[in-house]
C-alpha cells in the first residue's frame, strides 16, 4: 500500500514536471517568435549572396522631438513669449515623441525651418508633456500644424505632412 502510494505520488510529480516543460517551451516559442517578428520588422537581408548577411533596412523616421539648429522647443512655461507674442508668422508642430506619423515627419519639418529662416519661426511642442497648450489649441490627433501671425491662430493642418505641404501652407500665409 505504501508502495503505491509512493508511485503514485511519484507519476503525480512526473505529469507536474511534463506540464511545467511544456508551458515552458511555449513560452520561450513565443518570445523567439516576437523577437524575430521584430527583428525582420528593423533589419532587411543582405543581397550579396549570403542568406545570413543581415543589414539595416533604411528607415524614413527620426526622433519626433529632434530639434534643427532653426527650430524652437515650446513649452508650456514659453509659448506665449516664443509664439503669441511673437511679431511675424510662426509655424507649430504639435507632436507626440512616440508618434511613428510625427517620427516620419520631422526631418520634412526640420527641413521647412531651415528653408524658412528669417520668413517664419518654426516651434515643436510635445503635446503630453505640454497639456494645458496642447489642450488650450484643442489638440485631438498628431501631427498637428498650427500657423501664427502675430500671435494668432490663421490656420491648421493634421496628420502626415509633407516638406512641400508644409512649405504650400506657409507660403500662402506670408501674404
Known sequence: MAE???????QNNMKFAVVIIVILVVVLTAMVFALQQKNNSTTGTASNGSSNAIQSAP????????LGKNEIKLTNDNFKAEVEDYKGVALVDFYLSTCPHCQ??????????DEMVGKVKVGKLESSENKTTAD???INGV?????????????????????????????KNLK
Open 59 to 66: 528607415t524614413e523616421t527620426s526622433d519626433a522631438g529632434a
Open 143 to 171: 501631427p498637428t500644424f498650427i500657423v501664427f501671425k502675430d500671435g494668432k491662430q490663421i490656420d491648421r493642418v493634421e496628420g502626415e505632412q509633407t516638406k512641400q505641404q508644409l512649405l504650400d501652407l506657409l507660403n
Open 4 to 10: 503505491e502510494k509512493k508511485d503514485a505520488a511519484s
Open 136 to 138: 488650450k489649441f484643442e
Open 104 to 113: 516620419k515627419v520631422a526631418k520634412d519639418v526640420t527641413a521647412v525651418s
